[in-house]
């Protein structure tokens, strides 16, 4: 990518609501023009790193408005780490302390926020969302939020077991995403066994029919299984599976493009 590619810097968010808290995020945005949609970028139990803001930026430099969403803004608000086994039971520690209800809390008071940095002439009403590991999980909790149009999990651990703070299984909510959600896992992955697999795309083949029968104009959830084990997109995690991390990115960006581009109105007008 290069430097002049985007501009990107943090942006702290003041809350709105008494249940929110401040969001300090990476927010990226292409340099010759404004963005043509938004999107949310979850990171990993490392917090808002190198690697997790590099993907707001590669997004910006696609186009997009990215920010980057603490998951720990109740805990750890500042959160950095590298990818050492300390790093990650430090960040694990901080993921059993979060909350289904307030996650969604803070990535509705994100979305707002960067509803509000689009301009009135930005293809897509509806925001997209990535993330990564254990913010592929929330990912797919914040797909059920109005704001979001497409969702992409890549390998969002336990969404067939729990959810944050307890409760019945996130999958349990694919019914109630009006989007289009894609799940990406990595076929060696030892966080995502094959049983979580078959369940994954049974929820969406469920969810699917249903929207068939309702006749719905919107795109069909999807599942695709790559080569690799957990966190194959991150270059900087030992599991990085360069060939899979490529074809991730292009799913990315072509879920992107049909439901948030020019490519989704054509196909609604």
Same mark, same amino acid.
């Given at each position: 990518?290069?430097?002049?590619?985007?501009?990107?810097?943090?942006?702290?968010?003041?809350?709105?609501?008494?249940?929110? &808290?401040?969001?300090?995020?990476?927010?990226?945005?292409?340099?010759?023009?404004?963005?043509?949609?938004?999107?949310?970028?979850?990171?990993?139990?490392? *917090?808002?790193?190198?690697?997790?803001?590099?993907?707001?930026?590669?997004?910006? @430099?696609?186009?997009?408005?990215?920010?980057? &969403?603490?998951?720990?803004?109740?805990?750890?608000?500042?959160? /950095?780490? *590298?990818?050492?086994?300390?790093?990650?039971?430090? *960040?694990?520690?901080?993921? /059993?302390?979060?909350?289904?209800?307030?996650?969604?809390?803070?990535?509705?008071? @994100?979305?707002?926020?960067?509803?509000?940095?689009?301009?009135?002439?930005?293809?897509?009403?509806?925001?997209?969302?990535?993330?990564?590991?254990?913010? +592929?999980?929330?990912?797919?909790?914040?797909?059920?939020?109005?704001?979001?149009? @497409?969702?992409?999990?890549?390998?969002?651990? +336990?969404?067939?077991?729990?959810?944050?703070?307890?409760?019945?299984?996130?999958? /349990?909510?694919?019914?109630?995403?009006?989007?289009?959600?894609?799940?990406?896992?990595?076929?060696?992955?030892?966080?995502?066994?094959?049983?979580?697999?078959?369940?994954?795309?049974?929820?969406?083949? $469920?969810?699917?029919? $249903?929207?068939?029968?309702?006749?719905?104009?919107?795109?069909?959830?999807?599942?695709?299984?790559?080569?690799?084990?957990?966190?194959?997109?991150?270059?900087?995690?030992?599991?990085?599976?360069?060939?899979? @991390?490529?074809? +991730?990115?292009?799913?990315?960006?072509?879920?992107?493009?049909?439901?948030? +581009?020019? /490519?989704?109105?054509?196909?609604?007008?």
């Amino acid at each position: 990518m290069s430097p002049s590619a985007c501009v990107a810097s943090w942006q702290t968010l003041d809350p709105r609501r008494p249940e929110q &808290v401040p969001l300090r995020c990476w927010w990226a945005r292409p340099a010759d023009g404004p963005p043509r949609a938004g999107v949310l970028v979850l990171p990993e139990v490392f *917090g808002l790193n190198g690697w997790i803001r590099g993907v707001a930026e590669r997004l910006a @430099a696609a186009g997009y408005g990215a920010l980057a &969403v603490p998951l720990f803004a109740r805990t750890a608000p500042d959160l /950095e780490l *590298g990818y050492g086994s300390d790093d990650l039971a430090l *960040g694990r520690s901080h993921k /059993e302390r979060t909350r289904t209800d307030q996650l969604l809390s803070d990535v509705g008071l @994100a979305a707002d926020w960067l509803r509000s940095q689009l301009s009135p002439g930005a293809a897509a009403p509806g925001l997209g969302c990535v993330g990564f590991c254990f913010g +592929g999980h929330v990912a797919l909790l914040a797909a059920s939020l109005p704001a979001v149009a @497409a969702t992409v999990d890549f390998y969002g651990a +336990g969404v067939a077991s729990g959810r944050p703070g307890g409760g019945p299984p996130s999958l /349990e909510l694919v019914p109630t995403i009006g989007g289009t959600l894609l799940c990406i896992c990595g076929r060696e992955d030892p966080l995502i066994l094959a049983a979580d697999v078959a369940a994954i795309a049974t929820a969406l083949a $469920a969810a699917n029919a $249903a929207r068939a029968a309702a006749v719905t104009a919107r795109r069909p959830h999807r599942l695709e299984v790559l080569e690799g084990g957990h966190g194959f997109m991150c270059a900087a995690r030992s599991d990085h599976h360069p060939a899979s @991390a490529a074809a +991730g990115w292009s799913l990315l960006l072509d879920t992107f493009a049909q439901q948030l +581009g020019p /490519e989704r109105l054509q196909a609604e007008g």
